[in-house]
């Protein structure tokens, strides 16, 4: 099935087409599942006036955080950020824009985006900044705010194993965003720990089908822990 | 004398059901975990996406997929569960949490709250505080009564942009426990040796005060 | 844990609280995945006045068709009805009213309302007699209706396996709405083949975790078949 | 002469591009399945859950847990997904499917459909075409050109109720192939044997007619 398969050889070949002032949804949470090769790759290319749709931003030296040193990054829809010096400095001196987002909310937004959903309802945020010019709406006698949708040209995706199809399962909590960030991006690029043949993985057990998966690429990964918690064994 | 974070932590596990699904907070609401009463069990609830949060790992266990909320490496409990964040926020926001324990800046006697962001400093975002807040029926905000200068955080209305209008119920501070209804601040408790005349001092926002008003105690 | 035992161990049990008038959220396609012995236990309670949500409504002898026998569903809400003849007889009297539903909009409802998003747009429906009546929105320069979520007092679930703590797998395509129904029920119960200990499911292959399951039940089933397709072997 | 069943699913089946992620109706899209052209590999999708229909089991193969939208017995092609509806729908709604077939009762010039309901007769429902119109942008609509009694089905306006608005853009009749722009059916291409004079008469909306109209050729 030569049109189905899905892999790329070449971290140049899963960014191709990555132009200046597209929008990037990237899964992730903190720094656990992030597509941290494919964020490699977008700096490395140069890529000027990003808006990403990301949880977080990453730390000064990984992740996102890295594309801020060339200020590739023109806006972040976040709902967390700043773990970083630069990111604070090019926030206050107004080089870089952000839109803070709930996290369930934007978690949601990019679900709607891959689904056909242009707008949902939530309670979440009315009566807060966040709502703020955002339609309000009463139902049940509880009032919530209008939320749109978000899709990207690009979505970049961090997976455990995919097969040859594009078809991805996620390793425990490095799934967070991921699943979502696969749905809503024009291309969809994920990159995994293992490529497997078709047939490999049980297709009840598959979190994101290979229909919205256009390129997957084999990386190797640092994995870095941003808290590393212990107990004594 | 006020509570420590401990105590404050103790007494909010006195609020634990037995089976009940919790999401606790980064700070001292991740404290009640180590209080759960005998014979109780509940699960916790990491809103990355992970039902049945367990210990941390030991240095052998560490696994970098394996985090919390607060980007903490944990491990998953026997019967864990784990999804999306659009999943975990489906849970949160449909009302599934039995429980929900949060720190906060301010609340007012309308059950709002202020939690995440301080006009002038750096801001770094809700992360899902809204949607929890939003989400729960039951939760708890926990925090000092006062400021370090003695300005009350139990307020009239909230000065603070807020992270949800309308949806705290209980608040258990360092001096006391009260309850959020109709317009005011409603005092249940108080910490072991804090007056109720302090209490009233210290909080700005209508106070119900009982004719008799329980001392915490602690084992 | 006693506290997260969802095992009950009769049927009387599983449907305990459903009273007449109440609304019922089921799972299923046809007559795939779907819950018949929860379906049964409503036909021997002789319950009334049901609004039931579902895709379809069984055959005249199995599935959601048995409860029209006496009468006891008021008001269906599904996307393809009537493959039985007592069904079309009791809605060309008038005793039985249909809600036809768009199947995505009606699986996006069930979502919707165990999620707590009380409404979303869709352009599914838009200019249709499904469209009579809601909200007709424009983004980016397309038209969609909004429509508000569903939940039940009861929702009623056929998985494959379960834990003691509720967490749900389900078998192949068998799956179908059972997922979507489950988390919207004010009482979820779920019925399934096999009863397992928790930490026998794999935590990222559960597909309903076990915070919106409030009873699990083992049952035997006849599992029939709509349409016996079959090629030379 | 106007197609055969069979014809009319081998005519679509060009339409298919290696990888195309496709949804066949019930009836005769359904058959476009065993016309797929050498060299070309689709997956098709079915709207209860599964992405990677296989063929009909064997009698030893039938398995009750495992059918398509159609409620036909089937089988999982190698690579399949298998998920619930609301993700099933999620593709569909979505614009992941790159080319759905399904037949109708009537279009007209301004791509509106009806296939779902005829008043006066008994309405079993939509199922899934509502949401597979709107979520597609690639749509073959494939019927009779017209009735038994000679009516047309290719109309200014459509009579019945709607299926969806403004969302078709080619069609596949027993007597040609039409797109739809500009408010008019275009003729592409006709049926062998079948002349353009006959075309015109059963098309009571708006029609253009290029200079030459290809025969279509079948092996």
């Not at chain 1, 009463?138 to 040859?164: C, H, L, P, Q």
Request: net charge negative; hydrophobic share 40%.
């Amino acid at each position: 099935m030569s049109g189905f398969n899905k892999v790329v050889n070449s971290y140049e070949e899963a960014m191709a087409g990555l132009e200046d002032g597209m929008t990037v949804i990237a899964g992730g949470f903190g720094l656990c599942g992030i597509p941290e090769n494919l964020i490699a790759q977008i700096k490395k290319m140069g890529t000027k006036e990003l808006t990403f749709v990301s949880n977080n931003c990453g730390v000064d030296d990984f992740g996102l955080g890295i594309l801020l040193v060339d200020r590739q990054i023109k806006k972040m829809i976040s709902s967390y950020v700043g773990e970083n010096a630069l990111f604070e400095k090019q926030l206050l001196a107004g080089e870089l824009e952000v839109e803070l987002t709930p996290q369930g909310t934007l978690a949601e937004k990019m679900r709607a985006g891959g689904a056909g959903i242009p707008a949902f309802y939530t309670a979440t945020g009315y009566g807060t900044p966040v709502g703020d010019g955002k339609e309000v709406r009463e139902f049940n006698g509880r009032k919530y705010i209008m939320e749109e949708s978000i899709t990207g040209d690009f979505a970049i995706v961090k997976g455990w194993k995919a097969d040859t199809y594009g078809n991805v399962v996620y390793r425990d909590t490095a799934q967070n965003f991921n699943p979502m960030a696969a749905t809503a991006g024009k291309i969809t690029v994920v990159e995994v720990e293992e490529i497997v043949q078709p047939g490999e993985l049980k297709p009840t057990e598959i979190h994101t089908p290979g229909i919205y998966v256009n390129r997957v690429i084999k990386g190797s990964f640092e994995k870095r822990i941003e808290q590393r918690t212990v107990r004594q064994g | 004398m006020a509570l420590s974070r401990e105590q404050i932590a103790q007494r909010i596990a006195r609020e634990l059901e037995d089976g009940f699904y919790v999401n606790l907070g980064i700070g001292i609401p991740t404290l009640v975990a180590n209080y759960i009463p005998d014979g109780i069990e509940v699960m916790l609830q990491s809103e990355n996406g992970l039902l049945g949060m367990g210990p941390f790992p030991t240095e052998d266990e560490i696994d970098a997929d394996m985090i919390n909320a607060g980007k903490q490496t944990v491990t998953a409990a026997t019967g864990a569960s784990i999804f999306s964040s659009a999943e975990s926020f489906a849970m949160i926001r449909g009302g599934h949490v039995d429980l929900t324990v949060l720190g906060a800046f301010e609340v007012d006697v309308n059950g709002n709250i202020a939690s995440w962001m301080i006009p002038g400093k750096l801001i770094k975002g809700m992360g899902g505080a809204m949607d929890l807040v939003a989400g729960a029926d039951n939760i708890i905000v926990t925090m000092t009564h006062a400021s370090k200068h003695g300005e009350s955080k139990l307020l009239t209305n909230c000065t603070l942009p807020l992270t949800g209008a309308g949806c705290i119920k209980k608040v258990l501070t360092d001096l006391a426990f009260l309850e959020i209804k109709d317009g005011a601040f409603h005092l249940k408790e108080r910490a072991p040796g804090v007056s109720v005349e302090e209490i009233i001092e210290k909080t700005e926002g209508k106070l119900i005060v009982p004719d008799h008003v329980p001392e915490m105690t602690f084992a």
